[in-house]
Each structure stands twice: as structure tokens, then as C-alpha cells.
């Protein structure tokens, strides 16, 4: 496996931790552009990846997760509705089950999905009743039309090339002034600091870019996107990490994501809501400070980069 930087493709980087529960991967620093990166001895097999237990499909509708998800996601339409009061056609690049994409469809945008797991794609079909492609992007138009916003919530710190990815969907997909909307976790978080190397959303091997507020503005201003707004606050992925970091300095090795999914830990849960009101001050205040466990970006389409001939 490439030892390059997945931004900058430089090879000579500093190892940051070594000694991590998946075998054969560091996290390392490249020396020239200082992106932060998983850097794995072997290709893992992505269908394994992505079909474990942690990211199997569970019916969560009606569910208190699922009410955080509606406020949470409702939050964040609302403030894309501020800069594109006009809505018009969206693009959710990396649907998952589809919740964010059948919200935003049904406060009135037109909405076309990727979604290249499949049981999560067929998920958002059947259940909102969403137009989904599976096809695995590297170039060119999707659904034969351009947006007036794309959505990539959780997807760019999957991918070995971000950045590529990044500017082939703005040059072919996106209309002049489309919003992009930018949503990856925070490696420069206080609760990253906090439980170190064990940080939940480091999750080795899928993700492979970790991104620091610098370095995905200066992968958006290099796609040719202007920042409107960034936040780094976001309670279920948030709240739920810094619950994570504290536990881990009280010694849990546990994935929390499958064992809130799967398994009625009672010692868990008052765990948990015994370290919420707690978690949930720091992590406000990290977010107030920039440090809050993800950054999501607003982000403008400027300068005539769209490809209006395709």
C-alpha cells in the first residue's frame, strides 16, 4: 500500500502513534504538508470493511438516537436554507441510510443520492423512498444534471484521495454558487487530546484522512470553495465521542457505537448518563473554542469552476 500523502502525495512523514488495536497501521504526520493519515502495511478488503457489526444496518426510526438525529439534521437544513433560500436540487454524496437526504427532501429540495454500500442504499429506497445510485464515482456527471448543494457528511476521511474526489464532483456536478456542505471529524478536538491513540473516531482502518480545520480549508479554497461558516459542535457524533474519550480514561476498550446497537449493557448506559451532563459542557465549550469532535463547513462554489459544457 501507497505510503504517500493522500493530499500532498509526499512519502516522508512522522509516526504519531504506532501501537494501535488494528495490526499493521500507524498514524502518521507527512513532514511537507502536515496532513494527518492512517498508514496501513496492507489493502484491507473494503466489503469487510464496511459489512461488520459496526456498520451493519439497524432500525433506529422512533428511537431517542433517532430523535437527536431529526434535531440535529433539522438544525443543519435550516442553515442551509439561510445561504440557498431558494432551494433547488441537492446532491447527498454518501447517503448512509438516507435520514439527512429525506429530511432535506421533505423541507422542499430535490434530492438525488450515492450510496455504494448497498444494504444502506437499499435502506433509503425502500424506507424514503430515495433515488440512489450504488455506482463507485471517480469522474464525470451524476443523474445527467448539475446541484445547487452537495452534501459529504462523513465521507472524505474514507478516501485515499479526497481532494481528487472532492474537485471532480464540483467540476462536473455543481452549478455556479452551489453550497458545499463539509462534515469530517476534528483530529485537533480536545476529545481526540483526551483519549489519544483509542479515539473512537480515528476508526482504523476506514478512516484514512484526518482532518484538522486547517487542512480542509485549505483542500476547499484549493477546489475553488469559498468558507461561509464553520461549526464543530454536533451532539450524536460530538456529545457521544467526548462520553467516549472520557470512558477511555477509565480504562473501556470497547467500540460504543455496537454496543449501544447491539447489546443491553446496563453498566454502559448509567455510565453514560451518569458522564453526559459533563460531556456535553466540554464538548459545547471545545466547539465555542474550535475544538469540538467534528467540523462541518459551509462552504460557496466561486470563480467559474463548473463545467457547464457536460
Not at 134 to 146: A, E, I, P, R
Not at 153 to 176: D, T
Not at 211 to 229: H, I, K
Request: proline letters at 3%; hydrophobic letters at 40%; charged letters at 20%.
Amino acid at each position: 500500500m501507497s505510503s504517500g500523502c493522500p493530499l500532498c502525495g509526499a512519502e516522508n512523514y512522522t509516526i504519531l502513534y504506532d501501537r494501535l488495536q488494528y495490526p499493521g497501521s500507524s498514524i502518521v504526520k507527512c513532514d511537507h504538508c502536515f496532513h494527518i493519515y492512517t498508514l496501513s502495511d496492507h489493502q484491507p478488503e473494503t466489503e469487510k470493511l464496511y459489512n461488520d457489526e459496526v456498520y451493519q444496518v439497524i432500525e433506529n426510526r422512533h428511537t431517542i438516537f433517532d430523535k437527536i438525529l431529526n434535531w440535529e439534521y433539522n438544525r443543519v437544513i435550516r442553515n442551509i436554507n439561510s445561504f440557498k433560500p431558494k432551494k433547488g436540487s441537492l446532491l447527498d454524496f454518501g447517503c448512509g441510510k438516507g435520514k439527512f437526504a429525506s429530511i432535506a427532501k421533505n423541507k422542499g429540495w430535490q434530492v438525488k443520492c450515492v450510496e455504494t454500500a448497498k444494504e444502506r442504499a437499499e435502506y433509503a429506497k425502500k424506507i424514503y423512498g430515495l433515488e440512489v445510485s450504488t455506482n463507485l464515482y471517480s469522474t464525470g456527471k451524476l443523474f445527467n444534471q448539475y446541484f445547487d448543494a452537495l452534501i459529504l457528511f462523513h465521507v472524505l476521511e474514507h478516501l485515499a484521495n479526497p481532494k481528487i474526489l472532492l474537485s471532480e464532483l464540483i467540476k462536473h456536478n455543481l452549478k455556479k454558487e452551489a453550497l458545499v456542505v463539509i462534515e469530517v471529524p476534528n483530529i485537533k478536538s480536545l476529545q481526540a487530546r483526551i483519549a489519544g491513540s483509542k479515539w473512537m473516531h480515528l476508526d482504523i482502518p476506514r478512516h484514512i484522512s484526518h482532518f484538522t480545520p486547517v487542512q480542509l480549508e485549505q483542500m476547499a479554497r484549493e477546489s475553488g470553495l469559498v468558507t461561509r461558516q464553520t461549526t464543530f459542535f454536533s451532539f450524536h457524533l460530538g456529545v457521544l465521542g467526548m462520553i467516549d474519550s472520557l470512558l477511555k480514561l477509565f480504562g473501556y476498550r470497547q467500540n460504543i457505537i455496537y454496543e449501544l446497537k447491539n447489546k443491553k449493557n446496563r453498566v454502559l448506559i448509567l455510565a453514560i448518563l451518569f458522564l453526559l451532563p459533563f460531556a456535553f459542557i466540554l464538548e459545547f465549550v471545545a466547539a465555542v473554542m474550535g475544538r469540538g469532535g467534528i467540523i462541518r463547513k459551509y462552504s460557496i462554489l466561486k470563480n467559474g469552476i463548473t463545467d457547464l459544457s457536460g
